[in-house]
């Protein structure tokens, strides 16, 4: 009896927190989601409605705002993979100490300062006066301005240290001789890649991955400072959001089915149970 007391103890506040705040209101959000907004009084009622659902289906511009972010999420994941597995490989087997020191203060840079205080970084930098027209005027070229690519730019530059961290950890804790007896048997650097690192370090790039395309897929604050007409979800859903809740609410819902997807796939894999 006692030692139940101390595990309902020690559980008490996690359990509290996991129930009673955050399914609580990801339960809210589902039940606010079939509500009935008032077209003429725009008060919301409680009832059971697929109208909200059915809107966005059926409105191209949701559709196509949830694709839009889907493709942005699932660029920044594949960018950040594709610069922290090199990385990692330079910073675990080549480089040396001083250098990865050094490396390591650089990649977890963006984490010491705000949020908006990177995003307006990033504005400036990609304004019509900023760094890249600066740079690219001698050759008669412009930067890609506020747009759908700087919206990929600035959430990879926002989200590259979930990747590289546990890309980097994973390849650290690699035996030297597995690279050594890799290359005795012929294989280059890009096979050895390819077969050997890569199905070692896949459950690292899916902890990783989960991050980036979450963090992505709910993030809109990007896209109003440097995307331009850029739309994502989150756009929709802070218009929405007081002028009809229900409909913020079920669109809310789009992010959370894809990562639901997502992990489903990755699950299927067999990478989560190697986590």
């Not at 390591?104 to 990177?118: C, D, E, M």
């Not at 994973?170 to 890649?193: E, K, V």
């Not at 331009?228 to 229900?246: E, H, K, R, V, Y």
Request: aromatic content about 12%; charged content about 10%.
């Amino acid at each position: 009896m006692n030692r139940r007391a101390h595990l309902g103890a020690l559980l008490a506040l996690p359990m509290f927190w996991l129930i009673g705040i955050y399914i609580f209101s990801l339960v809210m959000l589902l039940v606010t989601a079939f509500w009935i907004t008032d077209p003429f009084t725009s008060k919301v009622k409680p009832g059971f409605t697929l109208r909200n659902f059915e809107q966005i289906i059926a409105n191209p511009a949701y559709f196509s705002t949830s694709m839009r972010t889907l493709g942005i999420a699932l660029a920044v994941t594949i960018l950040c993979i594709l610069i922290s597995i090199p990385l990692g490989i330079f910073m675990a087997k080549v480089a040396g100490p001083k250098m990865r020191a050094l490396l390591a203060v650089a990649i977890t840079l963006p984490l010491w300062a705000g949020y908006l205080v990177k995003i307006l970084a990033m504005r400036i930098t990609f304004t019509e006066e900023g760094f890249f027209n600066w740079a690219l005027s001698p050759f008669g070229i412009s930067g890609p301005g506020f747009s759908a690519f700087t919206v990929v730019l600035t959430l990879t530059y926002l989200w590259l240290p979930y990747m590289a961290v546990p890309v980097y950890t994973a390849i650290r804790q690699l035996p030297p001789n597995l690279f050594d007896a890799s290359a005795d048997l012929g294989a280059g650097a890009w096979h050895t890649i390819r077969t050997v690192v890569l199905p070692l370090i896949r459950p690292a790039i899916i902890a990783g991955s989960i991050f980036t395309f979450s963090l992505s897929l709910g993030d809109y604050i990007v896209a109003k400072f440097v995307g331009g007409s850029t739309q994502m979800i989150g756009s929709i859903i802070a218009s929405n959001i007081n002028l009809n809740p229900p409909i913020a609410a079920a669109f809310a819902l789009v992010p959370i089915a894809f990562v639901v997807i997502y992990l489903v796939s990755v699950q299927r894999t067999g990478a989560l149970e190697r986590m």
